[in-house]
């Protein structure tokens, strides 16, 4: 795989100067976007659509509240992304070294580590506007450039930093503060390929059918079904690519119970069959 080195005076980041603390560039991607590094500490947060991220040797689906902070010279990947559009923030190193020890001193600092493991987040819908209405004014003042911005960019940026440690140190040591829609996204995720009623997430989530289901697609933008569909489909898409296992027992294995019935739900979603995501079945049709 090839892998592109990005640094901080490339025209991507051409506002990005050594001596500032941050840089922030709003991005969609569709498709792939190739494993690549940076000369600098990036955090991605995602606004909306989904992909697979890949960094560390682990791939994951990612969506809107996911957050990835990727150190200095640390490779990621983006795979089949559907609209993925995010915020790409470029943290300065010497910043991040030289903020009080009070910042330093949280236990979710760590995320900030400039170790070569590649760190994710969650964010539960509040603190995901909180954060949305913080990056609005750091593009505000990086755009205008009025008097003093530079001040109020690192100002808003340390606010930025510690906002994302809190949370990070909530995540990882399993808070109860994390809302319930997070933990239901978190719970489909890990058993994206069992049965998943709709009664059963309601009940979880704590609320009627109806309800849930509103909640749910007004955060996400598709309704549960929907959504679990889409990760069925997309893992299967992968294991179609990766594997030489029949399409019955992918489609089994994904957690559909009827060949045909994942067939059509593979088409409507990636507006192929099942046997046109299998490269060597690909190879074989245009063989001449």
């Known amino acids: 795989m090839v892998r592109i080195r990005y640094n901080a005076r490339r025209e991507y980041d051409r506002n990005f100067a050594a001596s500032d603390a941050v840089s922030i560039v709003p991005h969609v991607l ?3 976007f190739p494993e690549h590094t940076h000369d600098y500490m990036e955090v991605s947060i995602v606004r909306s659509g989904r992909a697979f ?26 795979f089949a992304c559907d609209g993925l559009e995010h915020f790409n923030i470029a943290l300065s190193g010497a910043f991040i070294q030289h903020l009080d020890a009070d910042i330093r001193s949280l236990a979710g600092f760590r995320l900030f580590s400039p170790s070569a493991e590649v760190r ?26 009025a008097a003093g ?8 940026t340390m606010e930025l ?28 995720e890990a058993n994206w390929n069992r049965p998943l009623p709709l009664p059963h997430l309601a009940k979880r989530f704590g609320s009627s059918i109806r309800h849930f289901d509103r909640v749910f ?4 933008r598709v309704t549960p079904v929907e ?5 069925r489909v997309q893992r299967a898409e992968e294991m179609l690519a990766s594997t030489n296992r029949t399409i019955t ?3 089994f294995d994904c957690g559909f119970t009827d060949s045909n019935y994942f067939s059509r739900q593979f088409k409507r979603l990636t507006g192929k069959r099942p046997r046109d995501a299998r490269p060597y079945q690909n190879a074989l049709v245009r063989a001449p």
């Open 161 to 188: 930093i510690i906002r994302l440690a809190r949370a990070y140190a909530g995540d990882t040591a399993g808070n109860t503060a994390i809302d319930p829609l997070s933990r239901i996204a978190g719970y489909i």
């Open 249 to 251: 027992e992918i489609a």
């Open 149 to 156: 911005h530079k001040a109020v960019t690192r100002v808003l």
């Open 120 to 145: 994710t987040l969650r964010l539960n819908p509040s603190s995901m506007t909180e954060i949305e209405h913080l990056i609005e004014r750091l593009l505000a003042e990086l755009s205008l450039r």
């Open 30 to 32: 569709n498709g792939d």
């Open 227 to 231: 959504h679990i569909l889409q990760l």
């Open 217 to 220: 697609k007004s955060h996400y």
């Open 53 to 78: 991220h890949s960094a560390s040797g682990k791939r994951s689906l990612i969506s809107r509240t996911d957050v990835m902070v990727v150190p200095k010279g640390a490779s990621h990947a983006f």
